[in-house]
């Protein structure tokens, strides 16, 4: 079935630094990617997506793109916020009408420090 | 910004007891899911809803689980008779169409003693 994964966590960065958390993931036929982010006591939030390969999500400074030959979903930014500290879950769609069945990552819990 | 609104935030229940999870969708959301993550656990598909009917559930959406939403607006999660192994953070989730992202709410914390 499909699965993804995720870097292990936690990740602990100091501000203006540069964030990396790899995404890997197994599916049949070409789902939609997505990154998801949950700030402390809040719900899950979409960040970005990206619906087929080579595609680039992006949003609030953070990037993604679809990697169909690698099956990744990397999430990047190139300084990082305090205000960034949260739990990030990589996730894929299912296919046809199955689109919001969604198989997630692990999460990754990130820390900024000033 | 409209927001998928999840009560209570936090239930506490006995073994063996019934409860319900509430969920008020975004009003022109459609397709409506649930989903639950087990503390440590991965984020976990329960259940999708559309046109009044289940349209896809997984394994672990038993006998014990019911979905419905009665009045048009509230779309509710039942569990018959709660175990130990159902504590877990619920999340409602919805979208206007089928392909697009799904808009989740805050989730309930379901406590199981």
């Known amino acids: 079935g499909d699965s993804v994964t995720q870097m292990e966590g936690p990740v602990t960065l100091s501000e203006e630094a540069f964030l990396t958390i790899n995404c890997t993931y197994t599916a049949t036929g070409y789902p939609s990617l997505f990154w998801y982010v949950q700030y402390p006591g809040e719900g899950l939030q979409l960040l970005l997506k990206?619906?087929?390969?080579?595609d680039k999500g992006s949003n609030k400074g953070f990037e993604a793109t679809y990697r169909k030959e690698t099956t990744s979903f990397h999430l990047e930014k190139g300084s990082v916020q305090v205000s960034d500290s949260a739990v990030y879950f990589c996730?894929?769609?299912?296919?046809?009408?199955?689109?919001?069945?969604?198989?997630f990552g692990q999460g990754t819990i990130l820390t900024v420090h000033p | 910004e409209p927001e998928v609104t999840q009560t209570p935030s936090h239930q506490v229940t006995q073994m063996g007891q019934e409860v319900i999870l509430r969920c008020v969708p975004i009003?022109?959301?459609?397709?409506f899911y649930w989903y639950r993550q087990i503390l440590g656990q991965k984020v976990e598909f329960l259940v999708s809803f559309y046109n009044n009917e289940i349209s896809e559930k997984s394994e672990i959406f038993d006998d014990q689980f019911s979905v419905e939403r009665p009045d048009g607006s509230n779309f509710t999660l039942k569990i018959r008779s709660t175990k130990l192994e159902d504590s877990a953070m619920y999340f409602c989730?919805?979208?206007?169409?089928?392909?697009?992202?799904?808009?989740f709410g805050n989730g309930t914390r379901l406590t199981v003693t």
């Open positions: 990206a619906t087929k390969a080579d």
């Open positions: 989730a919805g979208t206007p169409s089928y392909n697009s992202p799904l808009h």
């Open positions: 996730a894929l769609s299912g296919i046809g009408t199955s689109y919001g069945k969604l198989t």
């Open positions: 009003s022109n959301h459609l397709y």
